[in-house]
């Protein structure tokens, strides 16, 4: 639970932030309160530890991006297969917008503790979301014949992280909308029986 003064730990927080940019995974607890303007104890008793800060910055990058409001517009679409298009859609913004503090804590995920955990968390919780669409899909009956819930999910998972969206759009050249066009097909072309897709496909 967040503890201490709230405007003082979202200071810490989007220091560490903008810090984590500009030196990646070199940035210490030291830099960080100097720059917000507070003591080390003072981040210590906001966040514990250096794991714990960075995993409260992860989560703090998602809220200042709108994340409720993402998760609400993907989740709440009327069916599985809309909410597929969704998450893709929204991944092909959303990661552009983070790109940096992925690469960073990808780099850092073999040889620093702190950031490491931010990455696997923040993969944790990825992978639970596109399990909740997979199983939608499968529960109103449009996933293909011979792919899993676990199956579908892992596929969403693997096409849609940050490093596929890197490669496509900045060494290939898409745009994020053909990311987006793309990906979706694949991925419709991949999981959903024929009605299905051929329903996808009539409305794209």
Known sequence: MPYGDPETRRRILDTAWALLEEQGTGVRIADIAAKAG???????LHFGDRTSLFVALG???????????LRAHVFGAPTGVESLRR??????????????VSRILELAA???????????????GRRG?????????????QLAD???VEAAADLIFAVTLP??????????????????????????LSLLDTPARSAAAERT
């Open 38 to 44: 507070v003591s080390r104890q003072a981040v210590y």
């Open 59 to 69: 989560d703090h990058v998602d809220v200042s991006f709108g994340r409720d409001r």
């Open 87 to 100: 998450w893709v859609q929204t991944m092909s913004w959303y990661t552009a917008k983070i790109d940096t």
């Open 110 to 124: 073999e040889s620093d503790e702190a950031l490491a955990a931010v990455w696997k968390d923040r993969m944790t």
């Open 129 to 141: 979301h596109v399990r909740r669409i997979a199983e939608r899909i499968a529960a109103e009956g």
């Open 146 to 148: 011979g792919w899993t």
């Open 163 to 188: 490093g596929p969206w890197r490669v496509l759009t900045s060494v290939v050249g898409w745009s994020n909308e053909r990311y987006a066009d793309e990906i979706t097909g694949l991925l419709e």
